[in-house]
């Protein structure tokens, strides 16, 4: 099955963010409440979009908004590496220039070429890794059936020893925890290793993602979530979505939103703020990633997120 259709990622614009920067210095200054659903307050006088805060349990500390590398992708390609190797490299530096330091890959986008090329010379410790095993045989991909080989292949292609977060990819059905059993346990062990951090799945069915918000194996949830449900790509009702993060971070997991804007289908300002601000009030996400295309919207998802977040 070709699931690449499911696997989109957005843009989005807002206004100036030169209000909210003095409102943020002084709410730490004042000590007041966290500024954000995850729980954290902002660590430095920073774009709510990029503070950096600390991901549940894992010890992970990174931007909460991550640079999306699939758009429109499957079969190793993605609206972003269809750019160019210059292109990308242009927008991945820009979105480092923002503070943006969590990169999302996936070998179903075809994105960890692209990605090593452009954090060429950029000290590790200055961006984390986020990249996803597709576990099914497809026309472009032979499945060993387990983790280890797949993980030592993106080590090389990103080359680094160590990947932040590892999820398998795009879990169709409640019995992915047994049918994934063997990649489950590889995945486990390069984490006792120290060569995975932290481990988990993406969710593209309602109760694939009832069983990651429960279960121990799973530390790293990303999660199609907005405030339209269904027909913006979401796995259930807005209100059954909501329900399960809730629970998800409840029980110490760290939630990743996705398609925050409907994969596309979400199209106007005021929309779009609508969406965000279900998610940060209803506190549904740790982090979140967006497949921004160039340096303009990156500036313009930035500007956004944090009028929104500020509101």
């Known amino acids: ?10 843009e989005s614009r807002g206004p100036s963010r030169r209000q909210f920067a003095a409102t943020i210095a002084g709410a730490l200054a004042a000590g007041s409440a966290p500024l954000f659903a995850g729980g954290k307050k902002a660590s430095r006088a920073a774009d709510p979009a990029t503070e950096i805060v600390t991901l549940g349990r894992t010890g992970i500390k990174t931007s909460r908004l991550a640079q999306g590398t699939g758009f429109n992708g499957g079969a190793r390609s993605s609206a972003q590496t269809r750019l160019g190797e210059q292109a990308f490299t ?15 890959a996936a070998d179903l986008y075809g994105s960890h070429r692209y990605l090593r090329t452009a954090l060429k010379g950029v ?23 387990g983790a280890k080989q ?41 984490k006792q290793q120290g060569v995975l951090r932290a481990v988990g799945v993406s969710c593209h069915d309602f109760g694939a993602l009832k069983v990651a918000s429960e ?27 909501t329900a399960v993060l809730k629970q998800a971070r409840a029980n110490g997991k760290v939630v990743i939103g996705m398609k ?14 609508a969406s965000l601000k279900y998610v940060f009030e209803n506190q549904l996400v740790d982090a979140m990633t967006i497949g921004m295309m160039s340096p303009a919207q990156v500036d313009n998802s930035i500007e956004r997120i944090d009028a929104t977040f500020t509101a």
């Open 90 to 104: 242009r927008l991945v530096r820009h979105s480092l220039d923002r503070g943006i330091r969590l990169m999302d």
């Open 1 to 10: 099955m070709n699931m690449q259709k499911h696997l989109l990622d957005n």
């Open 150 to 190: 797949e993980v030592d292949r993106f080590r090389k292609e990103l080359n680094t020893d160590v990947i932040d977060i590892c999820l398998i990819h795009c879990m169709l059905n409640a019995n992915w925890a047994r049918e994934y059993e063997r990649i489950r346990d590889e995945m486990a062990e390069l």
């Open 215 to 241: 279960h121990p194996w799973t530390d790293v949830v990303l999660a199609r979530i907005n405030n339209v449900g269904q027909s913006a790509y979401m796995d259930a009702t807005v209100e059954e979505v």
């Open 260 to 273: 925050l804007f409907g994969a596309g289908r979400i199209t106007e300002p005021a929309q779009r703020d």
């Open 123 to 145: 000290p590790r410790d200055n961006y984390d890794l986020l990249s996803k095993i597709w576990p099914r045989t497809e026309f472009w991909n032979m499945a060993s059936g």
